[in-house]
C-alpha cells in the first residue's frame, strides 16, 4: 500500500518516471489490480502500449468492469497503430531556448512579436517556495517569440500567489489568466479579467461568480472575443475537468453553461485554444497516445461543434501535450 501511495503521489506531480518505479513496486508487492492499472496507465504515458495492454487485462481478471478494460486495449491498439504510420513532413518540433529546468508552459501571443507564458522557475534565493511542486510560484514571462531572454510579464499582475495560463483579445487591451489563491489555506483558481488603460493593466477582477471550492482555469476567447471558453471540475465526475463557456452580454460575462457532451468526457478536457473557427483543446479520456492529447474541432455554420480529432504524431506523445497555438504568419 505504501508503494502505491508512493506511485499516487507522484502521479499528483505529474512524475511519470517515479510513479511507474512504484506502481510497478506494488504490483511486485501483491497489491491487486488498483495497481495493474495505474502501472498501465503510466507505462501507456511511456508509450510501452504492449506491457500496458497485459497489465489492463490482468485488472480485467481480477474485477476491473470488462467495458473499462476493452476500451482501453483498444486505445492502445489505436496508439500502436498510429505510432506505426510514416509521420509526413508536416511539422518540425525544436524546444524553444526560453525553457528552463521548470515548468514552462501555456505560451500565447502578444503585441509587437513577444510570447506571454508560464513558469514557476525559480529566479533568486529570494524567491518563496510553492510547497506542492518545491518550486516558486508560477508567474507570466514574456520573450521574444524569436529567442531571448525571459522577463516578468508585469509587476501588477503578477503577485505572491499563482498566476498562469493568460490570453489576451485581439487588442491586446484585455487580460484573462488564472490566479490561485485561498485564504483557507487550499489554493483554488479563479479566471482574473483585466483591462488596459493608459498603458497600465486595471485592477483585475472575476469575469463572473465562481463557486467557491472548484477550479475555473485555461482561458481561450472565440467568435471576436464574444464567447470565453475554460475548464473547470465544478460538474465533473470524480473531480473531472470539462470545458465551459461565457458570453458576453450587454451586462456582462453570462453564468458558464458546459460544452457539449461530444466535447467533454468522463475524463478530463483542458487547455482550450482558438484559431478562427477552430479549438483546440487537450482530453486524457478521447483516445489518444498516452496522457493529455491535442485534439481539434470546428464550429460549423449550424452553430454545432464536430466531432474532435486527435492531432496525432508528432504533435502528440505519450507525454502530456497541450497548450497549442498557431502563429500565422504572412509573406510581405
Known amino acids: ?24 513496486e506494488a504490483v511486485r508487492l501483491g497489491y491487486g489490480p488498483q495497481a495493474y ?45 498510429w505510432a506505426s504510420e510514416d509521420e509526413e513532413d508536416i511539422y518540425a518540433i525544436n524546444p524553444l531556448d526560453v525553457n528552463s529546468l521548470y515548468s514552462d508552459y501555456s505560451p500565447t501571443f ?11 522557475r525559480i529566479q533568486d534565493a529570494s524567491s518563496a517556495t510553492y510547497n506542492w511542486t518545491g518550486n516558486a ?9 524569436n529567442g531571448g531572454e525571459a522577463l516578468l510579464f508585469d509587476n501588477f499582475l503578477n503577485t505572491p500567489n499563482n498566476e498562469a ?27 482574473m479579467w483585466s483591462i488596459k488603460e493608459n498603458g497600465r493593466w486595471l485592477e483585475p477582477q472575476e469575469p463572473f461568480t465562481m463557486e467557491p471550492g472548484y477550479n475555473y482555469v485555461h482561458p481561450a476567447l472565440i467568435e471576436n472575443d464574444s464567447v470565453l471558453i475554460f475548464s473547470s471540475n465544478i460538474t465533473g465526475g470524480e473531480g473531472a475537468y470539462d470545458l465551459f463557456y461565457s ?26 485554444t482558438a484559431d478562427g473557427d477552430t479549438l483546440y483543446y487537450s482530453s486524457d479520456y478521447l483516445p489518444g497516445l498516452g496522457g493529455l492529447d491535442i485534439f481539434k474541432t470546428v464550429l460549423r455554420s449550424n452553430g454545432e461543434w464536430s466531432s474532435p480529432i486527435n492531432m496525432k504524431k508528432p504533435l502528440n506523445s505519450g507525454a502530456d501535450d497541450f497548450g497549442f497555438i498557431i502563429d500565422r504568419q504572412t509573406n510581405s
Not at 487591451?173 to 489555506?185: K, L, P, T, V
Open 165 to 191: 495560463a493568460a490570453i489576451f483579445d485581439v487588442d491586446y487591451d484585455q487580460i484573462f489568466f488564472n490566479r490561485c489563491a485561498s485564504d483557507e489555506g487550499d489554493d483554488h483558481c479563479k479566471i
Open 1 to 24: 500500500r505504501i508503494s502505491y501511495m508512493l506511485g499516487e503521489c507522484y502521479t499528483q506531480v505529474n512524475e511519470v518516471d517515479n510513479a511507474t518505479k512504484w506502481y510497478d
Open 137 to 145: 510560484y508560477s508567474d507570466l514571462f514574456i520573450v521574444d517569440k
Open 247 to 272: 458570453l458576453l452580454e450587454e451586462e456582462g460575462w453570462s453564468t458558464p453553461e458546459p460544452m457539449p457532451s461530444r466535447l467533454n468526457t468522463m475524463g478530463n478536457e483542458s487547455f482550450p
Open 37 to 81: 492499472w495505474a502501472l498501465a496507465d503510466n507505462l501507456k504515458k511511456k508509450e510501452a502500449y504492449q506491457k500496458a495492454i497485459g497489465l489492463y487485462r490482468l485488472a480485467g481478471q481480477e474485477g476491473y468492469p470488462a467495458n473499462e478494460v476493452n476500451r482501453e486495449i483498444k486505445v492502445c491498439k489505436q496508439a500502436m497503430l
Open 110 to 120: 502578444y503585441e509587437g512579436g513577444y510570447l506571454v507564458f508560464t513558469s514557476d
